[in-house]
């Protein structure tokens, strides 16, 4: 399993923190240095739709207006713009063999 995370993120923190807990190996990987891979990009917009991959919310996805240029964009751009800027990519961004996760809920 490869995480990709930012070390200064709560979220990521809860969900390594999780993984820990539960038991589960992983490669931690940071995501801004090293983006997921395009393929794996491409197969998560694919999945789980463009607004899902991204992180909305950050300072980057703002100051660049994409929430209005994102469903005009074809998922090449978006998958080459995402792996540029790994600040863009909704994290953690989990890979699983196949399966791909964004973001994280805490159980409860």
Same mark, same amino acid.
């Given at each position: 399993?490869?995480?990709? $995370?930012?070390?200064?993120?709560?979220?990521? +923190?809860? #969900?390594?923190?999780? @993984?820990? #807990?539960? !038991?589960?190996?992983?490669?931690?990987?940071?995501? *801004?240095?090293?983006?997921?891979?395009?393929? $794996?990009?491409?197969? #998560? %917009?694919?999945? @789980?739709?463009?607004? #899902?991959?991204?992180? *909305?919310?950050?300072?980057?996805? +703002? $100051?660049?207006?994409?929430?209005?240029? %994102?469903?005009?964009?074809?998922?090449?751009? @978006?998958?080459? @713009?995402?792996?540029?800027? !790994?600040?863009?990519?909704?994290?953690? &961004?989990?890979?699983?063999?196949? =399966? %791909?996760?964004?973001? &994280? =809920?805490?159980?409860?």
């Amino acid at each position: 399993m490869k995480v990709y $995370e930012y070390n200064k993120c709560s979220t990521c +923190r809860k #969900a390594l923190k999780q @993984l820990d #807990a539960d !038991g589960v190996e992983y490669q931690k990987i940071p995501i *801004r240095e090293q983006p997921p891979t395009k393929t $794996e990009l491409r197969k #998560a %917009i694919k999945l @789980l739709g463009k607004r #899902a991959v991204c992180n *909305r919310s950050g300072k980057d996805y +703002r $100051e660049m207006g994409l929430s209005k240029k %994102i469903d005009d964009m074809s998922v090449s751009d @978006l998958v080459d @713009l995402l792996h540029a800027n !790994g600040n863009l990519v909704k994290r953690p &961004f989990i890979v699983n063999g196949e =399966t %791909i996760t964004v973001g &994280f =809920t805490q159980k409860v």
